[in-house]
């Protein structure tokens, strides 16, 4: 391989390089299956032990019971073709335009035995506590919360729920969506039709692999703290340590949110090897999620 065509490969994928090498070699090198803070049965997010064993039409109503608090009230909004609704949340105080805090409830594989604690399990319970947090405040500022059906059937959740509140003038802000929550800091991701760390190929374009396939992606949105100032900004000041991906993308409701001109951003652990193994796995257990990962994402809802 010629120089010219060397540097013509590495200059532009000089950040995915970075990001899809030295992040994922230094997170391999350091996985440990074993949680460092497992997840307490008894603590802020005992949840997790519930819905882990549930199908979803019992996820569902396990959320509406949970969700039956005082100051909280509570939207079903109904997907077309599907027996899931959205449940939208608001506090007898909110004000308009709404800070969104959104997680997908649905499983992907519709079985007691698939757990699907990162995806989405754990960022559920993060907002049933951040929920419940805000509902005994009383007072939760423009904070409102969403969780989603049928995101694992081409989002179609997020999709009813942008319908809804077009049809009923509801003010969004902004939504921050938080899927595959569970080890290391919080990462923002570029949303894209193709998850996986990209890469561009000369006279090609932009590829992304998966750990699975390699496939070409169209329109990749960059995430640029110096292009999205306002909410990613906010975010790093809420959370310095979050970190900021640009070339390692993910797929899911924030796409839908995104296309639809509403200011997003997606938001998953950052350690890549634990996501490699574990999303879309039946290795996706409780017992590999680390309490700490989830107290940031909790931490970003309720203001600690």
Same mark, same amino acid.
């Given at each position: 391989?010629?120089?010219?065509?060397l540097?013509?490969?590495i200059?532009?994928?000089?950040?995915?390089?970075?990001?899809?090498?030295?992040?994922?070699?230094r997170?391999?090198?350091?996985?440990?299956?074993?949680?460092?803070?497992?997840i307490?049965?008894?603590?802020?997010?005992?949840?997790?032990?519930?819905?882990?064993?549930?199908?979803?039409?019992?996820?569902?109503?396990?959320?509406?019971?949970?969700?039956?608090?005082?100051?909280?009230? /509570?939207?079903?909004i109904a997907?077309?073709?599907?027996?899931?609704?959205?449940?939208? /949340?608001?506090?007898?105080?909110?004000?308009?335009p709404?800070?969104?805090?959104?997680?997908h409830?649905?499983?992907?594989?519709?079985?007691?035995d698939?757990q699907?604690?990162?995806?989405?399990?754990?960022?559920?319970?993060?907002?049933?506590?951040?929920?419940?947090?805000?509902?005994?405040?009383?007072?939760?500022?423009?904070?409102?919360?969403l969780?989603?059906?049928?995101?694992?059937?081409?989002?179609?959740?997020?999709?009813?729920?942008?319908?809804?509140?077009?049809?009923?003038?509801?003010?969004?802000?902004?939504?921050?969506?938080?899927?595959?929550?569970g080890r290391?800091?919080?990462a923002?991701?570029?949303?894209?039709e193709?998850?996986?760390?990209?890469?561009?190929?000369?006279?090609?374009?932009?590829?992304?692999?998966?750990?699975?396939?390699?496939?070409r /992606?169209?329109?990749?949105?960059?995430?640029?703290p110096?292009a999205?100032?306002?909410?990613?900004?906010?975010?790093?000041?809420?959370?310095?340590?979050?970190? /900021?991906?640009?070339?390692?993308?993910a797929?899911?409701?924030?796409?839908?949110?995104?296309?639809n001109?509403?200011?997003?951003?997606?938001?998953?652990?950052?350690?890549?090897?634990?996501?490699?193994?574990?999303?879309?796995?039946?290795?996706?257990r409780?017992?590999?999620?680390?309490?700490?990962n989830?107290?940031?994402?909790?931490?970003?809802?309720?203001?600690?």
């Amino acid at each position: 391989m010629s120089l010219a065509v060397l540097a013509a490969f590495i200059l532009p994928n000089a950040r995915s390089l970075y990001e899809g090498v030295f992040f994922y070699l230094r997170d391999v090198v350091t996985y440990d299956p074993r949680a460092v803070k497992p997840i307490d049965p008894a603590g802020r997010y005992a949840s997790l032990y519930d819905l882990i064993h549930l199908k979803n039409v019992e996820r569902l109503a396990y959320l509406q019971r949970r969700l039956d608090l005082p100051n909280a009230q /509570v939207v079903q909004i109904a997907i077309p073709q599907s027996q899931f609704p959205d449940l939208f /949340v608001r506090f007898g105080k909110t004000a308009e335009p709404y800070t969104i805090f959104s997680a997908h409830y649905d499983k992907l594989h519709d079985d007691p035995d698939y757990q699907g604690a990162s995806d989405n399990t754990a960022a559920v319970s993060v907002l049933l506590a951040s929920v419940a947090e805000w509902a005994r405040r009383g007072d939760a500022g423009n904070r409102a919360f969403l969780f989603t059906g049928e995101e694992e059937t081409g989002m179609r959740g997020a999709a009813a729920f942008v319908e809804h509140a077009r049809a009923h003038g509801i003010a969004i802000r902004e939504i921050v969506n938080f899927d595959n929550l569970g080890r290391g800091k919080l990462a923002i991701r570029p949303s894209a039709e193709i998850p996986g760390y990209v890469f561009t190929l000369p006279l090609y374009g932009d590829v992304a692999y998966d750990g699975r396939t390699l496939r070409r /992606v169209e329109n990749l949105r960059k995430v640029d703290p110096r292009a999205n100032p306002r909410l990613t900004q906010a975010l790093l000041r809420a959370q310095p340590d979050l970190v /900021v991906y640009e070339r390692f993308t993910a797929r899911g409701d924030s796409n839908v949110f995104e296309a639809n001109g509403i200011d997003t951003v997606a938001i998953s652990g950052d350690d890549m090897r634990y996501l490699e193994l574990t999303w879309h796995t039946y290795a996706d257990r409780v017992e590999l999620l680390d309490e700490r990962n989830l107290d940031r994402a909790y931490g970003l809802m309720v203001g600690e």
